[in-house]
């Protein structure tokens, strides 16, 4: 039976940008740094201090608007969002409310399982350049809380859905798709444990085949997917249960706790009135000039998304190889440079495999990017078409020729395999000798073999590998097996 009802979704993502500076002063924007030392006069916006626009934000709203199809609005403006918290040193929040960088847009995710089959186009409302507000501490002092304000003023980029994610699934396969993009495209490090990525989710309920909307609750600051999934499992469940219980759901602000699972009502819902919006009367507004944005646009990389397709489409790549190497850009590069020292169609899937299953794992291990490799991508390629022609097994050229490079990589494949005696034994009769002493060594082996248990073809193989010490050619190891045991 179909379930009831149904979940309905809508995000608002913090992205946190990569800028040096603050978005409205010169302090620095990196992370960490000793409590309060990257926090100026006009940080803190104390009396006669003026903020102004930092160039690189701007640029970055610009960046990820063309990135999700957005149409960049010429004219934008800033707004304060007035509350008073220990960590707005300013007392109101420097955002947009009337017109953001970015209108409209959308992104196409496909959730993982059970909600693989289809891919989804979650529609974006807008997304707006703001500024973060400060840290507090509750942790360091036994009676205290404390202050950081390094982060106050840090450029955000906000982005708001329109309420269109259906699941959980599709909640994560959103976020992980706008990651690979902010990084993509070089505007955040997307890192969600450090609070560059993090998100409030609005989640609400209806009856399947209602029209309208069912009352929300907004969820906040959820900064990682594992807890943001158990908050909306709870959510719903929640939700309802108020339903059925004939209540009726408050449009609220919620928390959710690690520790019971559950979410916590916070606050009512705050209506736009309650922050006494305003524009702010110290910024001009944000004019986009047709050149200015020609030149960001000129500059974008084809993104992750078409790329991903052209692997699979090109080179017949599996879906989940061609994410893999979409990931980041420096594995992109890497896997085209090693296309281009061979036969592309032919090797990518080899050098797909080489690259997802040896040199990701070697790079994660080594602390290293791929491009910092010792062995170059000419190399690697000998190294595939020596095991594509059968001149080395797939096993032999992991498990031994490829560490060896590693530790040598001035040499030549081919060489280094000949010189660690690795090129595996094609011929007949040095074959013939071994796989007939293999048969008379195991004479019940081959009665039984006869009757019908052809499984044993894997016990006569693995006797020949070992006679031969790995050097037996398998594909012509079999073949004269099979000829022999009929
Ligand atoms: P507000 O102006 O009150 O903040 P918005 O209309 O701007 O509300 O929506 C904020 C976020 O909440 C958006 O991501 C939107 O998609 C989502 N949202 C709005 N209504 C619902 C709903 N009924 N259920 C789930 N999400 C919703
Ligand atoms: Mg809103």
Redesign the pocket.
Known sequence: MQHPYET?????IHVQLNTRSKVFCADDASFGGAPNTHVSAVSLAHPGTLPRLNEAALGHAIRLGLALGCEINRRSTFDRKNYFYADLPKGFQTTQDQSPVCIGGSLRITPAAPDKSQPSVIRI?HIHLEEDAGKSLHDQDPDDSLIDLNRAGVPLLEI??????RSAEEVAAFMTEIRRLVRWIGISDGNMEEGSLRC?V???V?KQGATS????C?IKNMNSMRFARRAIAYEVDRQIGILEGGGRVE?ETRGFDPATGATYSLRE????HDYRYFPEPDLPPVLVTETYLETIRAAMPTLPQDMEAAFRSDYGLPAHDAEMLTQEQSTTAYFIRLLQAGDAASMARPAANLVINKLLPWSAEAGKPLDACPVSPEQWMEMLVLIETGKISASTAYQRLFPALLDSPASSPALLAADMNLLQNTDTAYLETIVSAVLARYPEKVAEYRKGKKGLIGFFMGEVMKDSKGKADPKAATQLLERLLV
Do not use: F, M, Y
Not at 160 to 165: A, C, K, R
Not at 213 to 216: E, K, S, T, V, Y
């Open positions: 309905v979704i809508g995000l608002e409302h708001v859905t329109e309420p269109d994610l409030d609005n989640v609400s209806r909307l069912g009352n929300r907004e449009q819902k705050e209506d736009a």
